[in-house]
């Protein structure tokens, strides 16, 4: 492996939405996610020359497949559910939630994209977690760049060190002060 170059972990790679519409709202998390995966993908059409072939590109094609575990009242999982009956648009970002790739002005890489639920499954078998999966159709092209988690983004996807006390005795219930 070269020198300096780490692995990323799969864990802290995260989905967040938000209904175009909802500009005014923060993006939310789908909590219980276990898997997404991000997917580009182009035609391509290959003639048959006297030269020898040669490939005409099409478009770029990108989709979001998203598996999660069925949450009780997880109000994103509804609203991607609604979003698809609906025929709604939705914005999605990918962030890598890892300290060490944070930029200078503490955001995190990200991949943003916007686009429309295709499906939307909940899946209940007998000898498994029930999951919810979908596929998110991206419009145009998906944009890499940083972004923000708010403090309460952060909370969903890792919760603070809490002390032993109640909360608000002595000091709270964070970790250093």
Do not use: C
């Not at 789908?30 to 290959?46: G, I, K």
């Not at 994209?113 to 209940?124: F, K, M, N, P």
Request: charged share 35%.
């Amino acid at each position: 492996m070269p020198e300096g170059i780490e692995m990323v972990d799969g864990r802290n790679k995260i989905l967040l939405f938000r209904l175009q519409e909802k500009q005014d709202e923060e993006a939310a998390k789908l909590v219980f996610q276990t898997e997404h995966t991000f997917s580009y993908e182009r035609d391509m059409d290959r003639i048959i020359t006297k030269d020898g072939p040669i490939l005409q590109v099409g478009e770029l094609e990108s989709t979001v497949e998203i598996t999660a575990i069925q949450a009780k009242d997880d109000p994103v999982a509804k609203m991607l559910r609604n979003s698809v009956i609906e025929g709604k648009r939705l914005e999605v970002w990918e962030l890598t939630v890892d300290e060490d790739a944070k930029n200078d002005d503490d955001k995190y890489p990200a991949i943003y994209a916007q686009g429309y639920l295709e499906s939307w499954e909940d899946v209940a078998g007998a000898e498994d977690e029930p999951e919810v999966t979908g596929t998110l159709n991206i419009e145009m092209h998906p944009q890499f760049d940083y972004a923000t988690l708010t403090a309460d983004q952060e909370a969903a996807v890792q919760y603070e060190f809490r002390d032993t006390t109640p909360r608000g005795e002595n000091g709270g219930g964070g970790g250093e002060s």
